[in-house]
């Protein structure tokens, strides 16, 4: 009896043995089997392993190489641009010239008055119609307005200025000795014309009197009423 159990165990220990064994065979061989259905896959497709491998690697390059968009960049860009790019200088218009004696000439218009100027270096020298300007405009309000192109661009008591106008009143004559002497300066010195168009010396001022209508007393005013 001593001499079977051994023999016994040792073909129980055997059989356990072979049971793992084929346990482990059994594994190993499902574990192959989407192995190798994905590459009857792509033999089907007619890829190999490795040019499937160089594919996913590309298409995950591609998805790092793409830009991200942004709310508002192309804008910025645009804005940037923009920016950057000079602006085209564009000549003003000048309106006065200067006659073969070196003479600054302008020519100021306002309401029915006209002025025509004419402007040359010298002392300050003032002249309306043969009278000093102290003497022409007894307003001082007038004055100031006449000397302003002059102290705009520093040429005051630094030329010397002859007017001759006429039409209109004193109001009108002023405004239009104003544009004349902007216009004189400005053919003068192309570098003035900053400077005087920023203070408003070389606009003319289109403001006229309304025209009378028929049937009224005066452009806007019209008669008494009256009920019987």
């Known amino acids: 009896m001593s001499t079977d159990q051994p023999q016994d165990d040792n073909e129980q220990l055997s059989a356990a043995n072979e049971e793992q064994n ?15 259905a994905s590459e009857l896959h792509n033999s089907a497709e007619g890829k190999e392993p490795e040019a499937v491998a160089q594919t996913g690697e590309a298409g995950e390059q591609g998805t790092e190489d793409v830009p991200q968009l942004t709310l508002g960049g192309a804008a910025e860009a645009g804005s940037e641009e923009s920016a950057e790019e000079p ?12 006659d073969k004696f070196g003479t600054a000439i302008g020519t100021g218009r306002r309401k029915t008055a006209v002025a025509r100027v004419r402007l040359k270096e010298g002392s300050g020298k003032f002249t309306i119609n043969g009278r000093e300007m102290e003497e022409f405009f007894c307003l001082e309000r007038d004055r100031k307005m006449v000397l302003a192109p002059l102290k705009a661009v520093d040429e005051d008591k630094k030329v010397d200025i002859w007017v001759k106008v006429n039409g209109g009143g004193l109001t009108g004559q002023t405004g239009a000795v104003v ?45 008494q009423f009256s009920k019987r």
């Open 22 to 36: 084929t346990a482990g065979e059994e594994q190993s061989a499902a574990s192959e089997q989407p192995s190798a």
């Open 87 to 98: 602006k085209e200088y564009v000549a003003p218009t000048i309106r006065g010239r200067i």
């Open 179 to 223: 544009l004349g002497i902007a216009r004189a300066l400005q053919a003068k010195n192309e570098a003035y014309h900053p400077t005087l168009a920023e203070g408003g010396f070389l606009t003319r001022d289109d403001r006229m009197v309304e025209r009378k209508k028929y049937g009224l007393a005066k452009a806007r005013r019209s008669f």
